[in-house]
């Protein structure tokens, strides 16, 4: 079926052309009519919205596609006339990459409820909702509207408040771009190598070359232009630094802004604690750089990372909790009752008690010739602004825990092959069951047991990577791109000879601070809280305590927890 010139079901005059399409696939016309009506009244503006039966869907993906109008929902029914709604979402959907599979059902009919659970597990659809039964659903239009944000944050575009202009395999600008998604900042990335990224230069009427990359904060009336601008200069230029009162002592001060510093912060401020976080880089933490968490409480389809983390930054926030970014913590000595913090801009934070919520960097490759690649073919981290420069490229991820999974089932949105490289002989000990059946079901992704990364090549940009399988010794040269997710180390180096860690960096608490060999030793007649580290007064939560468990639920657990320790802790003083 063709697209027609624009009309009323299609795309209202005042566009030229629809940014995307939302699609409505079923063999019931009662169905495609009852969704394309809803859709219509709501979403054509800015959308084109069709309906067809299954065998129309391949013309209009083609007159789509000859349009440059991408799918950004393909919204299927399932169940009576349309009992192979999911077989047929799955196919559509692998003819227009990083779009979404949305089921749609009839209200009642629970027999469709065990396939779409069984679907959304192994990956092979996305979101669900039921039938619009009346006007306006709203709970229809809340599903729908989440889906389109979705889509729209994994592909960028849209409103800019950041414009950022480099080159798009130079390491900083991919920094930034890091950076800004996991703060959830709208931005469109400019490649200096194209017209639209030389026009964007023109556009900036600089009298000289510009330092590279440049950012553009087009929200603010000057748009102000930064060269090459270092984490602190943004931050400056976001309001972000603004000094704390000079009078400042604060009840708590939590170090970090991952799920467990977050955590804490919601349930300090909300329980009229003075709070404050201090952040170096992005809220988030590594979580900020998941792009779908599926088992996170309270969320059936999953969410992203940094829509997590935005949404605990301002419930804290709201809450009252100040925010110090761009500064990291170089120092923590105790005076008397108090425990000061040293940051790196020469100030200092005092406070009663401190959360050190620091969590872990990503650890390291240790192959030279792939160190010297990174941002050039070689990523640490899940990079999921990375992601749609992966289309139609075969993409390995290394690694074995969640992060890669989930790093390697976003990516075979768009890469046309992933392969996940370990060195177990199993993903069952690392990883959720339900990323491994998801991973077993996708056809694009497959995974290298017992195999290491020992080499690679390139001068620019990376060319090839060498492998090795752990048992033969037999080495081989694949080429694509290389995700590496192996584990994180704690950052604690800021700690060092204050409170007592093991030989990893890890902070020991609690009980296990009576342990032989432990330094410094816990220093007080009372035994030390469930979480509190061998100073007291200061307690540890997430990925930087030894013994944790390394899930969103479980650091965002202990840093509602810690909040209740130093309660009593602060009682006694």
């Known amino acids: 079926m063709p697209v027609q010139a624009p009309t009323p079901s299609t795309v209202p005059p005042r566009l030229e052309r629809p940014r995307a399409a939302i699609v409505v696939v079923s063999r019931d016309p009662e169905v495609r009519a009852q ?112 889906a389109l944000e979705e889509w729209t944050a994994s592909t960028g575009g849209g409103f ?41 230069v023109a556009a900036l009427h600089l009298d000289h070359a510009p330092e590279l990359p440049v950012v553009v904060l087009r929200f603010r009336p000057d748009h102000l232009v930064l060269e090459n601008p270092t984490p602190v200069q943004i931050a400056e230029a976001f309001g972000l630094t603004t000094p704390l009162p ?69 419930q804290a926030w709201t809450f009252g909790a100040y925010f110090h970014f761009a500064r990291s913590v170089q120092r923590l000595r105790v005076d008397g009752d108090e425990r000061v913090l040293e940051l790196s801009d020469g100030t200092t934070v005092t406070s009663r008690a401190v959360i050190v919520a620091t969590g872990a960097s990503y650890r390291r490759l240790g192959v030279p010739e792939l160190e010297r690649l990174q941002g050039r073919g070689v990523f640490y981290g899940a990079a999921v602004t990375e992601a749609p420069a992966m289309r139609g490229r075969h993409v390995f991820v290394a690694g074995g825990a ?117 330094a410094p030793r816990w220093p007080l007649t009372r035994p030390p809280a469930l979480l509190e580290t061998s100073v007291p007064g200061v307690f540890a939560v997430g990925d930087v305590r030894r013994s944790s468990v390394k899930r969103v639920a479980s650091a965002v657990g202990e840093g509602a927890l810690a909040v209740h320790l130093l309660h009593q802790y602060l009682a006694g003083h």
């Open 402 to 518: 969640n992060s890669a999974g989930q790093a390697a089932i976003h990516l075979a949105r768009y890469a046309q092959r992933v392969t996940i490289i370990v060195r177990r002989s199993t993903l069952a000990e690392t990883m959720s069951d339900y990323l491994i059946r998801q991973i077993e079901s996708d056809p694009s992704i497959d995974v290298l047991y017992r195999t290491g990364i020992v080499g690679g090549t390139g001068s620019e940009f990376l060319e090839s990577i060498r492998l090795r399988d752990l048992d033969t010794g037999e080495e081989t040269s694949v080429s694509g791109f290389l995700f590496v997710l192996i584990g994180a180390s704690p950052k604690t180096d800021w700690l060092e000879g204050v409170v007592a860690r093991d030989r990893s960096g890890s902070i020991i608490t609690g009980a296990e601070l009576d342990a032989d060999g432990v």
């Open 35 to 146: 969704v394309l009506d809803e859709l219509e009244h709501r979403y054509t503006g800015d959308y084109a919205v069709a309906a067809v039966p299954p065998q129309e869907a391949d013309p209009l993906l083609a007159s789509l596609q000859e349009a440059g109008t991408p799918v950004a929902l393909f919204m299927g029914g399932f169940g009576g006339q349309d009992a192979d709604g999911l077989e047929v979402l799955t196919s559509l959907c692998y003819l227009a990459p990083g779009s979404l599979r949305f089921a749609v059902v009839r209200w009642g009919d629970f027999t469709t409820a065990a396939p779409i659970f069984q679907a959304l597990t192994v990956g092979r659809l996305d979101r669900w909702t039921y039938r619009p039964e009346s006007r306006p659903d709203e709970d229809f239009h809340r599903a729908v509207t989440e």
């Open 246 to 314: 000079a009078d400042a002592r604060f009840d708590v001060a939590i170090v970090g802004a991952g799920p467990s510093g977050l955590g804490a912060a919601v349930y300090a401020a909300s329980e009229g604690l003075r709070t404050v976080v201090l952040e170096e880089l992005a809220v988030g933490g590594q979580a900020g750089t998941s792009s779908l968490i599926r088992n996170y409480l309270g969320f059936p389809t999953g969410i992203s990372g940094n829509r997590l983390a935005e949404n605990a930054y301002r």
């Open 160 to 200: 800019e408040a950041v414009r950022l202009i480099g080159q798009a395999w130079d390491p900083r600008s991919q920094a930034l771009r890091d950076m800004f998604g996991r703060n959830r900042v709208p931005t469109g990335f400019h490649d200096v190598d194209t017209p639209d990224g030389q026009r964007a």
